[in-house]
């Protein structure tokens, strides 16, 4: 069997159906399909383009959705280790590129290979692996989540690789990144978190606060730091804000004596000046909790994220995440060693649908899926819609969000 990826890049679709844009949803809409980019996404009886006649077209080309059926963006994952046995923090390219192939086939068309705390030596080399990756499309970018992370909130980060920030080691991170590190988890109470943060911003990359211990004052300080950063670097690409690794969780508890860095993540979001990421998976968080913060915030500063690792898409059994023995038990991962969370094993749709679930709307939670984690990106003009010249990344759910097709760049995997 051919593998759909090698379909001729001149390839013309038009898919005839509810088609999910920016706008809201189209019933009667129809999306046309020119090689890798998006042409049209809008009503159908509005479509007149030259060349996409029935009689121009070869019918195997010209798709009419079932009811109940609808077209959606590609899903956009900023915090991501892997899955169906392959990850990233192993820095392994075999293990990676089972990874990629298997997100992608499940919808998540762009994606950050997240990698966690490990020696320096391993993090340089996993750097350079994902960097080629990048180069060649696969990727949107690394993120890295540590090593400048809290002994106290390390969760499934390895202590023994934990460091306070460093910024020659950090630089030797950017250089071996060659501008593909895009976004970096660090805990802004440590000493020397704030030349860290002056570091990654004036490389155009954006600082997430997380596995954190830090007060209220800390987090809210360091937040603004950031965001001032960011605005200043001139570059094309950076979003303006910081974001926030999976809220909530590797971080204390908000108490009502004790705010912490929950109650300055919640005010930074909620002003717009920060996007906080959300494991809506019903292990990280309670779906009330993600109800909660969409209504506090809103959905134009959520990221959903999976931070899934290598049993994502497997069954129960015993994995590695990194360095670190994982055992999945109901789905549920958690470190041998300690019996922290370690990472998620659901896939970005499951994310989806469950957080719809939990009574979030469902164009909410789509843009925080989508639009919002590509803007954080700086891919907005590239992925995350359904418009014109976006590269057309496309999925074909049905009405309970299970998937039927996925198109990559205007490629069907599946």
């Not at 802004?188 to 007060?215: C, N, Q």
């Not at 200043?232 to 108490?255: E, I, K, W």
């Amino acid at each position: 069997m051919t593998d759909p990826r090698s379909a001729p890049a001149s390839t013309k679709y038009l898919i005839q159906g509810a088609v999910v844009t920016d706008h809201g949803v189209i019933e009667g809409g129809l999306l046309a399909i020119e090689g890798d980019r998006i042409l049209y996404a809008g009503r159908a009886d509005h479509f007149d383009e030259p060349g996409f006649g029935a009689g121009d077209m070869d019918a195997a080309n010209i798709i009419s959705l079932p009811a109940g059926q609808r077209l959606i963006p590609g899903l956009v994952d900023v915090h991501n280790h892997g899955g169906n046995g392959g990850d990233f923090p192993s820095g392994n390219e075999a293990s990676a590129r089972v990874a990629v192939d298997f997100l992608h086939r499940a919808g998540t068309t762009t994606l950050l290979a997240s990698m966690v705390t490990a020696s320096p030596e391993d993090l340089i080399k996993g750097i350079g692996i994902y960097a080629d990756m990048t180069a060649e499309g696969l990727l949107a970018g690394i993120h890295l989540e540590g090593p400048f992370l809290s002994h106290a909130r390390c969760g499934a980060q390895n202590p023994a690789f934990l460091l306070d920030p460093d910024l020659e080691l950090m630089t030797s991170l950017i250089e071996a990144g060659r501008g593909t590190i895009t976004t970096m988890t660090y805990a802004p109470e440590l000493p020397g978190a704030p030349e860290l943060v002056d570091l990654l911003t004036s490389h155009g990359i954006t600082p997430s606060v997380g596995h954190t211990d830090s007060d209220t004052v800390t987090a809210a300080n360091s937040l603004e730091q950031a965001r001032e950063g960011l605005d200043s670097t001139g570059f094309d690409g950076v979003s303006g804000r910081p974001t926030v690794t999976h809220l909530f969780n590797g971080m204390p508890p908000m108490h009502h004596r004790s705010p912490g860095p929950v109650a300055a993540c919640l005010r930074a979001a909620k002003a717009g000046n920060a996007a906080v990421e959300l494991v809506s998976d019903n292990t990280h968080l309670d779906p009330e909790t993600v109800k909660m913060v969409f209504e506090i915030v809103g959905a134009e500063n959520i990221l959903l994220v999976t931070d899934s690792m290598a049993a994502a898409g497997l069954a129960d059994g015993q994995y590695m995440l990194g360095p670190s023995p994982v055992t999945v038990t109901n789905s549920v991962a958690t470190l041998d060693a300690t019996g922290s969370i370690a990472g998620g094993t659901a896939t970005l749709l499951d994310v989806l649908r469950r957080t719809t679930a939990a009574g979030v709307e469902f164009a909410d939670a789509l843009k925080s899926a989508t639009s919002v984690p590509a803007a954080v990106l700086g891919l907005t003009d590239e992925v995350g819609s359904l418009r014109r010249g976006l590269r057309a990344d496309v999925l074909i759910v049905n009405a309970d969000l299970e998937l039927q097709r996925v198109m990559r760049a205007g490629l069907w995997l599946r």
